[in-house]
């Protein structure tokens, strides 16, 4: 009988490292498993059911889940726009790594077909990015909790959640993000590119006096140009306010200082500007050509007079802005 109790003994003792080789050949066999379906498309679907499967008890892998919720119903826009990233991301990694020398597994989870999950997970919004790590073998991590992707900065794209994984994922290959060509898009700019041509070149004759005519480069280059002084593209890199409060119930129209400024100040300039290029444009231009001597009169006086006051105007403004401008013009003093 001492021979059975030994056996016994050495059973006891053997049971626990049986269960532990058990579970370990469970995890290698689940990877096998899904790695051959993920090389043929991935990111995989997954339910209730395969999510537990890949999640849940010891694994020497790791697996990307993706929660989202598709579904037009749910009117998940950010959802719509990542998904087509998250395809690409987990077709170029399972293409470039068939061998499963990561130990990654991109999976999609959507609401429709997973509910049991967003509910014990007590999910609200979606998408959901959760990185699960090892809990056994060389790339363990102490916890089992997974790792959740930070989405509060609108759309990512597959290069933004490729260099997250990498980070998370050391000492492992990281296949580069593959984006297919797209031969659409391409024909299509060909075709419109070759159709564009063609029209130019049959209406050339029509469009090089167009391109020759010294009056439309002036207007252009007057356009431009009081676009640039006035403030346009202050405003632009600013993002400053149309209008502002003067504090008493009323609207100012011009900030003060010379280092801020208004939109409706801007356009304000802008036009007097314009007007006074106008202006002089006339008197310098129109004024010599015209042949009544009475209408040049007028003309010259009618300009002059626009051209005092719009100025005196405008250094009125510069009075507004800085109290210390020492010009003045009547009338606007």
């Known amino acids: 009988m001492r021979w059975l109790s030994s056996v016994s003994a050495l059973l006891a003792l053997s049971l626990p490292f049986g ?189 090089l006096p167009i391109i020759q005519n010294r009056n439309i480069w002036a207007g252009l280059s007057l356009i431009g140009i009081l676009l640039f002084t006035s403030g346009h593209m202050f405003n632009q890199i600013r993002k400053v306010p149309y209008v502002a409060g003067n504090g008493r119930g009323g609207i100012s129209y011009f900030a003060g200082g010379f280092q801020s400024q208004f939109g409706l100040e801007t356009q304000i300039i802008a036009f007097i500007y314009g007007l006074l290029s106008f202006a002089t444009i006339s008197l310098t231009v129109r004024a010599p050509r015209t042949r009544d001597a009475k209408f040049q009169l007028a003309m010259v006086i009618g300009w002059g007079v626009v051209l005092v006051l719009m100025y005196s105007f405008l250094l009125s403004i510069f009075r507004v802005k800085n109290g210390g401008y020492p010009f003045k013009l009547p009338p606007f003093m």
């Open 19 to 207: 269960s532990f080789a058990a579970k370990k050949e469970s995890s290698v066999d689940r990877f096998t498993e899904f790695h051959s379906q993920a090389v043929a498309s991935s990111p995989l679907k997954l339910v209730d059911s395969t999510y537990r499967k890949l999640t849940s008890g010891s694994r020497d892998y790791t697996v990307a889940v993706l929660l989202t919720a598709l579904d037009a119903r749910f009117g998940c826009q950010l959802c719509t726009e990542f998904q087509p990233e998250w395809d690409i991301l987990g077709k170029s990694w399972a293409k470039g790594d068939k061998n499963g020398e990561s130990r990654l597994i991109f999976g999609t989870l959507d609401f429709t077909d997973g509910r049991d999950v967003f509910l014990s997970l007590g999910l609200q919004t979606a998408p959901v990015l959760l990185l699960f790590q090892p809990t056994t073998g060389p790339h363990a991590v102490p916890t089992s909790d997974p790792i959740r992707y930070d989405f509060t900065s609108g759309p990512q794209s597959a290069e933004q959640v490729h260099s997250w994984l990498a980070r998370h994922l050391p000492d492992r290959p990281h296949p580069a993000v593959y984006r297919p060509v797209n031969y659409v898009g391409w024909i299509i700019t060909i075709v419109s590119g070759l159709g564009i041509i063609g029209v130019i070149f049959k209406s050339w004759s029509w469009i």
